[in-house]
């Protein structure tokens, strides 16, 4: 969610200070921070809201819940991953398709050697949520498997020695 030391495009210093602009993306960072921190049966309304620096009712202005919060969080950093790793896969594919591929793995293990709190959100503490948050994480994952499955047919018009990929459930 935080790339690069920018927030939203924004530095992180205006992020956090920043009134109603911010507020959705503070909670999305907070819900991902307290969560990997205290994990999600002990994470609270409460604690996002106090991590974020907003209001219990601008909480749920834009969640039903922690839940709720949880899966946007999820979803924003999937969004921003898949996005990041596509831009990093077809600028290096101009030296073939093993480039760009390798470019697009490296990117998904920098983020999450970059952003361990957030990778502990997404993919250690989401297990524990409940079915409604696993099926968001599943679609999640066939999100990502279309994704690679897309960004490998866009190589390939690079690079004609890109092998066909097949994808099953990630």
């Known amino acids: 969610l935080i790339d690069n030391g920018v927030a939203f495009g924004m530095a992180p210093t205006d992020f956090l200070t920043r009134s109603a602009a911010t507020q959705r993306g503070r909670l999305l960072v907070a819900a991902s921070l ?3 921190e205290r994990g999600y049966s002990k994470a ?3 604690d996002i809201v106090t991590a974020a620096g907003v209001s219990r009712t601008t909480f749920y202005d834009n969640f039903d819940g922690k839940e709720d919060c949880l899966i946007a969080a ?3 950093t999937v969004t921003t991953s898949l996005s990041r ?3 990093a896969a077809t600028a290096a594919a101009t030296d073939g398709w093993r480039a760009g591929l390798l470019a697009g793995v490296r990117l998904i293990f920098s983020d999450i050697r970059e952003r361990p709190m957030i990778a502990r959100a997404t993919y250690i503490e989401l297990v524990s949520a409940g079915a409604r948050v696993l099926a968001c994480r599943r679609e999640g994952n066939d999100r990502f ?3 690679v499955a897309a960004l490998a047919t866009a190589v390939r018009q690079g690079d004609p020695r890109m092998p066909e990929v097949s ?3 990630v």
């Open 85 to 87: 790793m596509a831009e």
């Open 74 to 76: 999820y979803q924003a």
């Open 34 to 36: 307290v969560v990997a």
């Open 145 to 147: 498997a279309e994704h």
């Open 167 to 169: 994808l099953g459930r």
């Open 44 to 46: 609270s309304v409460r």
